[in-house]
């Protein structure tokens, strides 16, 4: 139900997300560090997705802000494009500052018949496996893309990209199948790149 009056011209906000990344100003609005440790996790499916609660720990730092990492999960196709060009996956990590500001690290995910199988994970998820090495990365200010859309989320977008396997794509997609929201109009916000 929601799907069909998302997807139409009536936009919750003005502030929405996904967006294209095509078009970036340069400079960065922020330094981020990604702080990551081996971490528990723990599965469970949750709007159209298999999401990993993190246990806590793992935080990043953007500007002068310490936000903790919640939980992370995949959409594929990926939900931001650039030039109008989707990755097959994109990751999204989801923290939160003490005051409840929402930030989440997105990183796209190309395919790679070389990487890396699936391995047993009772020590704890090394979460540093799911990230590129660069922080260099696109920002905005965005919204939660799926239900209730709200907005206040700061994004950051890694360059860089990591690799999956294809099969494990592929199953992905036969469970829960494409699940990325289209791509928001920019409405006249920028997108910095650094
Ligand atoms: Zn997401």
Same mark, same amino acid.
């Given at each position: 139900?929601?799907r069909?009056s998302?997807?139409?011209s009536s936009a919750?906000?003005?502030?929405?997300?996904p967006v294209?990344l095509?078009?970036?100003?340069a400079?960065?609005e922020?330094?981020?560090v990604?702080?990551?440790?081996?971490?528990?996790?723990?599965? /469970?499916e949750a709007?159209?997705?298999?999401? @990993?609660k993190?246990? &806590?720990?793992? !935080? #990043?730092a953007?500007?002068r802000? /310490?936000?903790?990492?919640?939980?992370?999960? @995949?959409?594929?196709p &990926?939900?931001? !494009? #650039?030039?109008?060009?989707l990755?097959?996956a994109?990751?999204?990590?989801?923290?939160?500052?003490?005051d409840?500001?929402?930030a989440?690290v997105?990183?796209?995910v190309?395919?790679?018949g070389?990487?890396?199988?699936?391995?047993?994970?009772?020590?704890?998820?090394?979460?540093?496996?799911l990230?590129?090495?660069?922080?260099?990365?696109?920002?905005?200010?965005?919204?939660?893309?799926t239900?209730?859309?709200?907005?206040?989320?700061?994004?950051?977008?890694?360059?860089?990209?990591?690799?999956?396997?294809p099969?494990?794509?592929?199953?992905?997609?036969?469970?829960?199948g494409p699940?990325?929201?289209?791509?928001?109009?920019?409405?006249?916000?920028?997108i910095?790149?650094?």
């Amino acid at each position: 139900m929601w799907r069909g009056s998302v997807r139409g011209s009536s936009a919750p906000g003005t502030s929405q997300s996904p967006v294209d990344l095509g078009s970036p100003v340069a400079g960065t609005e922020g330094e981020l560090v990604i702080n990551y440790r081996t971490s528990l996790v723990f599965a /469970r499916e949750a709007d159209s997705t298999l999401e @990993f609660k993190v246990a &806590s720990g793992s !935080a #990043i730092a953007y500007g002068r802000r /310490r936000y903790g990492l919640n939980q992370f999960h @995949f959409h594929t196709p &990926s939900e931001h !494009a #650039i030039g109008g060009e989707l990755a097959v996956a994109e990751i999204h990590f989801v923290h939160m500052d003490r005051d409840g500001n929402p930030a989440v690290v997105a990183v796209f995910v190309d395919e790679n018949g070389e990487s890396k199988g699936p391995r047993r994970l009772e020590q704890g998820m090394p979460m540093g496996l799911l990230l590129p090495e660069s922080t260099t990365h696109y920002a905005y200010d965005g919204s939660l893309t799926t239900q209730p859309f709200s907005e206040g989320v700061k994004w950051m977008i890694l360059t860089e990209r990591v690799t999956m396997h294809p099969s494990w794509i592929e199953a992905f997609c036969e469970r829960y199948g494409p699940n990325n929201r289209p791509v928001q109009p920019l409405n006249g916000r920028t997108i910095t790149l650094g």
